[in-house]
């Protein structure tokens, strides 16, 4: 997306309108028929990143393109709002093969299996019988507060998600 300068230094999207104090109008593919240096030339940005990773348990919350005084040029701003863990827990799954995969690539795949096979029979049928594991459901939440890392350290919530992801996105078949 491609920003120019307004009389006041506000970002404004460009959308083929006439650019310079001469209205020149260029074509809309002037992005990718142009240098970088050209294009600015002609008062046409890329609007700068925003500054730093996003935080820790925070999500973006708003977007805007802001003129950044100090570079003269357009720049990403962001705000960030508290991650619902809850609700993006809801939506965590990956296949019982993946799960076992990643268990055993981290390794603690034999660990959840002793602690299954040491459950009450519903335990053990769902993790047997599931073709899926969600993330918030009762066997993953129980087998969150079970089970170790090999160092024996606590495997936390934060973990818990963190193997889902790399589950969900292991090709395995």
């Known amino acids: 997306m ?3 300068l307004d009389e006041d230094n506000t970002p404004v999207k460009w959308m083929g309108q006439p650019l ?3 209205g020149i109008k260029y074509p809309l593919n002037i992005d990718k028929l142009w240098s970088t240096e050209d294009l600015e030339g002609v008062g046409l940005f890329d609007a700068d990143p925003a500054e730093g990773d996003i935080p820790a348990g ?3 919350e708003t977007e805007s393109v802001e003129y950044n005084a100090n570079t003269g040029r357009p720049q990403l701003v962001r705000t ?3 991650v619902d863990m809850t609700k993006r827990r809801s939506k965590m799954k990956c296949s019982r093969l993946q799960a076992k995969a990643i268990l055993h690539v981290y390794d603690i795949l034999d660990r959840v299996e002793y602690i299954v096979e040491n459950s009450d029979f519903v335990t053990k049928l769902a993790w047997k019988e599931a ?3 969600r993330r918030d459901s009762p066997l993953i939440i129980a087998l969150t507060s079970a089970v170790k890392w090999p160092d024996g350290s606590d495997i936390t ?3 818990m998600d963190d193997l889902f992801i790399s589950a969900a996105n ?3 078949a």
């Open 20 to 22: 310079g104090e001469d």
């Open 170 to 172: 292991l090709e395995v």
């Open 58 to 60: 925070k999500q973006i």
């Open 80 to 82: 960030y709002a508290d």
């Open 2 to 4: 491609k920003y120019f």
């Open 131 to 133: 073709s899926e594991f």
């Open 157 to 159: 919530e934060e973990d």
